[in-house]
Each structure stands twice: as structure tokens, then as C-alpha cells.
T-cell receptor, first 114, second 115 residues
Framework: AQKITQTQPGMFVQEKEAVTLDCTYDTSDPSYGLFWYKQPSSGEMIFLIYQGSYDQQNATEGRYSLNFQKARKSANLVISASQLGDSAMYFCAMSRVGDYKLSFGAGTTVTVRA | DAGVIQSPRHEVTEMGQEVTLRCKPISGHNSLFWYRQTMMRGLELLIYFNNNVPIDDSGMPEDRFSAKMPNASFSTLKIQPSEPRDSAVYFC?????????????FGSGTRLTVV
């Protein structure tokens, strides 16, 4: 069974600073994908970034980067140059390649202060 | 593309009534998922379809819940009879299929309140 752990229920960050959201996972499968989603107060789920277990380089998408440490089974999300619009709940998720099911962590609430 | 479309956005119903939630996936996406989000349990996968066929319904809470996907462009999640503990936000999501780097596109969700 897959398990996703996000240990930070809530975080505060100053505008323009970087913030790191922790995510660890547990799986025995060699092939898997890791995702981060953003859920603002409006409720929609927004896909941010993806990392494959065999990808050699850490994924980046604009201000989002994924710090993937396979041996540690961690996939931390780094948001650089935080903006007020980054205030939201952030979810880490994982799926086995070919299985399609996406399992989510409990989420981390980020509040960006001006 | 209009994205994944869910209806209604909000639903308030009385305990014991039948509730039907609807979802239109992105055209060309082969896999469709129904998730439920609550404060207590977070995001739970209820059921998913691949090419209109239910692949895994192990997350469906009980027999009161049923889901169908009669064609590639439409799916329903039905609760009959509804109970207050079914109150949650229900999300539908779709993905092109194998190759997780596509990401899963979520609809805006249906906020269900059972009173």
C-alpha cells in the first residue's frame, strides 16, 4: 500500500521568500509518480508539478521545484519568491505507474504574509 | 478545452433523498476518477474508470454509493439514500491514461450537504 506523509499542517512565509513543503512517501514499487497540487480557498485542485521515480533531474515548473531524494523517499516542494496568491492548501500525491490511482497526503496550509 | 465539468456545484438535500452528481471529463482522457474530500479523512479515492470500465471501486463506502460511466464523456455518482455523513466535497478528475506526467485534471467539485 502507498502512504503519503505531510508533517506540516500549516506554515507562514513572508512575501518574496522561499518556502519548502515536506512530503515523504512509502512504497515498494520501483516505478511511481509524485505530484503536487494546490487547493486555494475557492476549492479547486490545481496540478503544479510532477516527478517520475526514474527521472534523473528534479522537476521544475516556474517558481515551483521538486526536491526529489529517492533514497530518503522524500519529494519536497519548493516555492520560490512567494506571492500572496500562493496562500493555499498544498497536497503531495503519488501513483504507481500504470495503476492510475492517485493517493494524497493530508496537506499543508501555506499562508503568505505581506 | 473547458476542463473537467462537474454539476451541480452545490447540492443541499434531506437525509434519505437520492443525490446524483455529474461529471464530464476532458475529451480524449481515458481515465476518470471520483474523489471525496472531508476534513476528517482528507481526499479519498472512491472509484475510477478506464475506458468507461470500472477498474477499482474499493473506495466506495457502501452499497448506497454507485457510479456509472455510460460513455466516454459522462459519468455519474449516485448516493441513495443519502445520510448526513455523506456531506463532503466530491471531485471528479480525468487523465489521458498511462503516463502519469500528464497530471490529473480535477473538476471544480460538488459541495454536498445532507441535512
Amino acid at each position: 500500500a502507498q502512504k503519503i506523509t505531510q508533517t506540516q499542517p500549516g506554515m507562514f512565509v513572508q512575501e518574496k521568500e522561499a518556502v519548502t513543503l515536506d512530503c515523504t512517501y512509502d512504497t515498494s514499487d520501483p516505478s511511481y509518480g509524485l505530484f503536487w497540487y494546490k487547493q486555494p480557498s475557492s476549492g479547486e485542485m490545481i496540478f503544479l508539478i510532477y516527478q517520475g521515480s526514474y527521472d534523473q533531474q528534479n522537476a521544475t515548473e516556474g517558481r515551483y521545484s521538486l526536491n526529489f531524494q529517492k533514497a530518503r523517499k522524500s519529494a519536497n516542494l519548493v516555492i520560490s519568491a512567494s506571492q500572496l496568491g500562493d496562500s493555499a492548501m498544498y497536497f503531495c500525491a503519488m501513483s504507481r505507474v500504470g495503476d492510475y490511482k492517485l493517493s494524497f497526503g493530508a496537506g499543508t496550509t501555506v499562508t503568505v504574509r505581506a | 478545452d473547458a476542463g473537467v465539468i462537474q454539476s451541480p456545484r452545490h447540492e443541499v438535500t434531506e437525509m434519505g433523498q437520492e443525490v446524483t452528481l455529474r461529471c464530464k471529463p476532458i475529451s480524449g482522457h481515458n481515465s476518470l476518477f471520483w474523489y471525496r474530500q472531508t476534513m476528517m479523512r482528507g481526499l479519498e479515492l472512491l472509484i475510477y474508470f478506464n475506458n468507461n470500465v470500472p477498474i477499482d471501486d474499493s473506495g466506495m463506502p457502501e452499497d448506497r454509493f454507485s457510479a456509472k460511466m455510460p460513455n466516454a464523456s459522462f459519468s455519474t455518482l449516485k448516493i441513495q439514500p443519502s445520510e448526513p455523513r455523506d456531506s463532503a466535497v466530491y471531485f471528479c478528475a480525468s487523465t489521458p491514461g498511462a503516463g502519469s506526467n500528464y497530471g490529473y485534471t480535477f473538476g471544480s467539485g460538488t459541495r454536498l450537504t445532507v441535512v
